[in-house]
């Protein structure tokens, strides 16, 4: 399973932290050739050497999504060929509906909708030029698919996401190219791992069917799944991974 990895080139954007991070170190185990893109190319070079030293091919490119310039340059930048683009690149902001401020608005859309479209558009040209097709798994959230309290931005920004990924899936079917969302719950990292120990991270927990928090760990087969030819009849999909929280009880 998943031994096409093996031949495969990876480009994951938002790689510097957090998820982006663990999907790079999910992948270099299993042989995939690794491109790391973030703003904070110190960090993406840390994990290189990591990554590096236990045997995996890795390249870094400075990319900010929501800079085309700096978008085309990026993906352009990557060698040899582009197989699989994860877009994972994203900012997260929380606030009361009435008190979103305008700027804070732009900044949510323009990195999680505007910058993964850039992504995803710059990646498929180049796999339509020249005729490698290929699959793009976008990095969405449970917030697409189901209204959560304070996250109004950020869940429009996702669902957005979402649908774009169906779109671009019908569009880019013909260059062989799938597009699939990974729709994560909420997944413990460095930065967040405090808040699931206060009450409202316990009363969280509480509420997901499975009584538990998703770690990065549990993404890997379905990130798998999308990314590699296991999935090569799927395109277009949501696919939640979230311990039933996107079913729990009303
Ligand atoms: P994170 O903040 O650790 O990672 C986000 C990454 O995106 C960072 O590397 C950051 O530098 C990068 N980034 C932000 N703006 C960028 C820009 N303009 N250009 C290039 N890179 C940029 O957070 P994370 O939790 O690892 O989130 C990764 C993705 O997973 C995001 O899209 C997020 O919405 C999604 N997600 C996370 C969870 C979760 O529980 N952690 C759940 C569902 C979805």
Redesign the pocket.
């Known amino acids: 399973m998943f031994e096409d990895l093996k031949r495969k080139t990876v480009l994951i ?8 991070a663990g999907f790079a170190e999910i992948f270099a185990r299993h042989g995939a050739r690794l491109a790391l ?4 190319v110190e960090k993406l070079e840390a994990l290189q050497r990591k990554l590096v030293d236990g045997g995996a091919d890795v390249q870094v490119v400075a ?4 800079d085309e310039n700096s978008v085309e340059a990026a993906v352009n930048a990557v060698t040899p060929h582009i197989d699989i683009l994860v877009n ?5 902001t929380f606030g009361r509906s009435l008190e979103i401020s305008a700027s804070d608005w732009d900044k949510t859309l323009d ?2 909708l505007r ?1 993964l479209f850039l992504v995803a558009q710059a990646v498929a040209r180049r796999m339509e030029r020249e005729g490698t097709g290929g699959s793009i798994v976008n ?4 917030t697409a698919l189901r209204a959560s309290r304070g996250l109004a931005a950020y869940s429009a920004s ?1 669902a957005g996401a979402s649908h774009l990924t169906k779109c671009l899936a019908l569009d880019w079917a013909a260059h062989g190219i799938r597009v699939n969302a990974l729709c ?4 413990e ?1 460095e ?2 791992a405090g808040f699931f120990e206060t009450p409202e991270g316990l009363a969280l927990i509480a509420r997901t069917p499975m009584k538990k928090i998703g770690r990065i760990s549990d993404l890997e087969g379905p990130l798998l799944l999308l990314a590699s030819d296991a999935g090569r009849h799927i395109t277009g999909i949501d696919l939640p991974v979230d311990g039933g929280h996107l079913v729990s009880s009303l």
Request: overall charge positive.
């Open positions: 954007t938002g790689a510097s932290s957090g998820l982006g893109a973030a703003r904070r990319l900010d999504v929501t994972n690149a994203g900012v997260a990195t999680n910058g990095i969405s959230s449970i996702k994560p719950g909420y997944i990292t930065m967040n």
